[in-house]
């Protein structure tokens, strides 16, 4: 079967003919329906993980149960299914929450999941090596939902912990409204009545920011201009929770200039930017987070959301041997939402 390997740091993906998985005891054979494009990836091509290669591509994915190893009950063939993607040990007290993003043990497993040291899902079939790192996708489409398991479930994770501030009088910004902060965006408006700035510097995406009912979308190509603007809309309180879906130095700075006090920064993206502290800035009470993944429990209520109707991923999908392009798509920023390869 085709698969789009990672083979060393610094080298671009490449698609490769590898044998179908052998399904060992207490596995799952998962035969994949789609699977997402992340800049994650990006940054394991760039600059690796601390783990070495080869290995197959691709942590945000779903699709359908194909066989089960020796001791695995609950599941049946042909379920369709999300694949969890931080993997654990699964015995700790973070794991034993459903918390595996946060394995107190991870430092010690050679592995961060399928796709980030393991085998992941860009390939026709994948093994999750146990029942609990499944999660039942109901009657969603497993190739649309496939981003669900990270570009839904990072930010649902980042806003939860967030939600005892976003009061009706309250104002969160989003910045970034690509993979993940289009969703993001959702995501708010279905769980709270906050008042919801989208902040980009492309003019596209904040218009899909606004098809997506955000009623206020603001340019941060200029910074400091943007913050100027912000601070007319949300006055003297400032800002009170800000999601910062880049990373990069000029949008955690935004974060810093925008908020007031008694307020949360999280920074979800991974672009490399610092957060300077000087007396009042970011100012007094404001709770800095850098939240990674979600936990399993977590995607179930994602899930749910999907099923209800109050998210949906933008998905533009492409066929498994176009990786290569679509990865450079991403790299421009050619993307609008989320591209899924289908094997």
Not at 110 to 128: C, K, R
Not at 151 to 165: E, G, S
Not at 298 to 316: D, F, M, N, Q
Request: charged share 20%; aromatic share 6%.
């Amino acid at each position: 079967m085709k698969a789009v390997r990672f083979i060393e740091e610094g080298r671009p993906p490449e698609i490769l003919d590898v044998p179908k998985p052998a399904l060992g005891p207490g596995e799952i054979l998962v035969k994949i329906a789609g699977a997402g494009v992340c800049h994650s990836d990006l940054h394991v091509l760039d600059h690796g993980i601390g783990i070495p290669g080869p290995f197959t591509l691709g942590h945000e994915n779903a699709g359908w149960v194909a066989a089960l190893g020796q001791g695995v009950t609950g599941w049946k063939e042909g379920e369709p299914v999300a694949v969890y993607g931080p993997w654990g040990c699964g015995l700790c007290h973070q794991c034993q929450t459903s918390a595996e993003n946060y394995c107190e043990r991870h430092a010690s497993i050679p592995s961060y999941g399928g796709g980030l040291g393991s085998d992941g899902g860009m390939a026709e079939y994948m093994i999750v090596p146990s029942p609990r790192l499944l999660v039942p996708l109901g009657k969603l489409n497993p190739a649309m939902a496939a981003p669900l398991s990270d570009a839904a479930l990072t930010p649902y994770h980042a806003i939860k912990a967030a939600l005892p501030l976003l009061t009706p009088d309250a104002t969160v910004v989003v910045l970034g409204i690509g993979g993940l902060g289009h969703i993001a965006v959702q995501i708010l408006k279905a769980l709270t009545s906050a008042r919801l700035i989208a902040c980009d510097i492309d003019e596209a995406k904040l218009a899909h920011a606004r098809q997506l009912g955000v009623e206020r979308t603001i340019n941060t190509q200029d910074g400091a201009l943007a913050a100027e603007e912000i601070a007319d809309l949300v006055g003297e309180r400032g800002v009170t929770v800000a999601l910062d879906f880049v990373g990069a130095q000029p949008t955690i700075d935004l974060c810093s200039r925008i908020v007031g006090r008694a307020s949360r920064i999280s920074v979800v993206g991974l672009a490399g930017g610092t957060l300077h502290y000087s007396p009042n800035m970011p100012p007094f009470g404001c709770e800095f987070s850098i939240p990674y993944w979600g936990s399993r429990t977590e995607l179930i209520e994602v899930i749910a959301l999907a099923e209800s109707g109050h998210i949906r991923a933008a998905v533009e999908t492409f066929p498994l041997e176009n990786a290569v392009d679509v990865y450079q798509r991403l790299r421009e920023g050619r993307i609008e939402g989320r591209a899924v390869l289908l094997p």
